[in-house]
């Protein structure tokens, strides 16, 4: 529940500090005191997105503050998924900066709107004055039934389900188009296809082949120039290696006397044995140098049909011309393989539907077990809410498709009138009694979701009298098992509370403020006989509102 509120320089409140206790909470004030910026400031802490407009100083940051005391509610385990520290006594933070940033905190740790949103849903139901209207709203129908039929895990498994029927679904659909394409190219991707894997692609075969063809070409100059080199390495008297053995016998003979002599014998017997090893290579290269034009041939024609393919397909280098065919490859198997894939996704489509049907009947079933429940509850509120030959029919018939919600279509009728046709609830209604039904709905929904705190913000609105005074009533015995706060403008209501808030405005020389203040009995007293009787109170109201405090 909410036990304290404190508010700074937001709208038209400068400071306000509040304490709130269980049970049944009024706040009353005239019109434009300021109770839509009380509600503005709550929905920041819930994690409404902040208006920067609505900081009344702004040279000053403005603060929102919350504790709740959430022991009996078992939130420890979505403390933890949310990586923030329990506490009893949580306190929420939401400060809006004069630079225009927004800051929220849950028990001094900064968290992010989304999960105060979530949080929030766990804490406190705003019924605004907006909110009766969605009594004719689908989603919202369903959620009360949902709500009362504690569906909400296996709601949870049908969207989950829903969800990967649907992907299966785009993936089949886009299957369809590309396999729609690529039969028409079907033909073209193979033609080319196999032209490169004809060509016997490999990494590095181009390379070698423009070696080996410059080789084949140039058979006249190697052998001559390579013939020279040998003879320069090993002719008898003038050759290299002749002329290094000499010098390394030579050498052999005072290598002895220093290490100095040593390292030069040492060095040119390196030198011998690298020049032995090149001139056996450059041997072995002239044995293999002959004139061999089918090899040139052959050689000259790889290499013209690698050129010709690099240039067909746009491509510099062997290794993009293979990743083309690998995506070639991938193209005709799309059209070579797409029945199968197709049937297997069909495959898969059908076992998904089942299990969609599975669980979507288990929630047409919770669904439909409630209904006459709820039905029976709810018309014997509006009894009490003066509304005796008010029935209410719900119709929950199987849809075609797979929707949002499950596979059912739900419809709400009314008939206010002993004798009336049902109609829909949104035609058959009037405001005032669409608040009478909206707070029986809320009524029943505070039973099953257990809510810390719901706030009702004018449910009363186009009821007056003797109905007054049965909505104080219910609103009464809710606030028995929750906290209960209610914004009104009606004695009757307003004179059941436990505890009891005034807004109003205080001008001062300089600016308009927003206060509010806890009311004592006496000043209880006065404040209903102002909403009686207007601010001239006269002592017949005054004993009305004591009588409605008893």
Not at 8 to 15: F, M, Q, R, T
Not at 205 to 222: A, D, F, G
Not at 381 to 404: S, V, W
Not at 473 to 486: E, K, T
Request: net charge negative; hydrophobic share 40%; aromatic share 6%.
């Amino acid at each position: 529940m909410l036990t304290a509120l404190s508010i700074k320089n937001y709208a038209l409140i400068e400071d306000i500090n509040i304490k709130l206790q269980e049970g049944f909470t009024i706040i009353t004030g005239e019109t434009g005191a300021g109770k839509s910026i009380m509600l503005g400031a709550l929905g920041l802490l819930l994690g409404n997105r902040a208006d920067y407009g609505s900081i009344r100083d702004t040279e000053k940051k403005c603060v929102i503050e919350g504790s709740f005391n959430i022991a009996n509610y078992k939130l420890k385990d979505f403390f933890l998924a949310e990586d923030l520290d329990y506490e009893e006594n949580t306190i929420i933070r939401r400060e809006i900066l004069a630079s225009g940033k927004s800051r929220a905190f849950v028990n001094d740790t900064p968290v992010k709107l989304t999960s105060l949103n979530r949080l929030g849903e766990y804490l406190i139901d705003i019924h605004s004055q907006h909110e009766t209207l969605s009594l004719g709203n689908n989603d919202y129908q369903f959620q009360v039934i949902d709500t009362i039929a504690n569906s909400d895990a296996l709601l949870l498994e049908y969207k989950s389900e829903l969800k990967s029927y649907k992907n299966l679904q785009k993936k089949l659909l886009a299957l369809k188009e590309q396999q729609a394409l690529a039969t028409k190219e079907y033909d073209y991707n193979l033609f080319l296809l196999n032209e490169l894997e004809e060509a016997r692609l490999e990494n590095g075969m181009q390379e070698e082949l423009e070696s080996r063809y410059e080789e084949l070409s140039n058979v006249e100059e190697l052998t001559e120039n390579l013939s020279s080199a040998l003879n320069l390495l090993e002719q008898e008297e003038i050759g290299s290696l002749d002329s290094l053995k000499q010098a390394r016998a030579s050498l052999s003979k005072i290598a002895g006397l220093s290490s100095n002599y040593e390292n030069f014998h040492q060095r040119i017997e390196s030198v011998i044995i690298e020049l032995d090893d090149l001139s056996a290579e450059v041997t072995d290269a002239l044995d293999r140098v002959e004139a061999n034009p089918e090899e040139l041939e052959a050689t000259n024609q790889k290499l013209q049909l690698i050129y010709n393919l690099q240039k067909k397909h746009s491509a510099e280098t062997i290794a993009e011309l293979l990743q083309i065919k690998k995506e070639l490859q991938e193209k005709v198997s799309v059209s070579e393989n797409a029945e199968n894939t197709l049937s297997e996704l069909e495959n898969a489509i059908v076992k998904q539907e089942a299990k969609l049907g599975t669980v979507s009947k288990k929630l047409h079933e919770k669904r439909k077990a409630i209904i006459p429940t709820f039905i029976k509850e709810a018309e014997l509120l509006l009894t009490d809410l003066g509304m005796p030959n008010a029935r209410l029919k719900i119709a929950l018939k199987k849809a075609a498709n797979f929707l949002a919600n499950g596979q059912d279509e739900l419809f709400w009728f009314l008939t206010a009138n002993k004798g009336g046709d049902f109609k829909e609830i949104k035609k058959a209604a009037s405001g005032g009694e669409l608040s009478r039904i909206m707070l029986a709905v809320k009524s029943i929904l505070a039973a099953q979701s257990k809510l810390p705190t719901i706030i009702f913000d004018e449910i009363d609105t186009g009821v007056s009298g003797d109905i007054a005074q049965k909505m104080a009533g219910i609103l009464q015995r809710m606030g028995n098992s929750m906290q209960v706060i209610a914004i009104t403008h009606l004695p009757q209501i307003a004179g059941k509370g436990n505890s009891h808030f005034k807004i109003f405005k205080e001008d001062s020389a300089n600016a308009t403020t927003t206060k509010i203040e806890e009311l004592k009995e006496d000043q209880r007293i006065e404040e209903l006989a102002m909403m009686l009787g207007g601010k001239t109170i006269g002592e017949s109201a005054l004993a009305h509102a004591r009588a409605l405090l008893d």
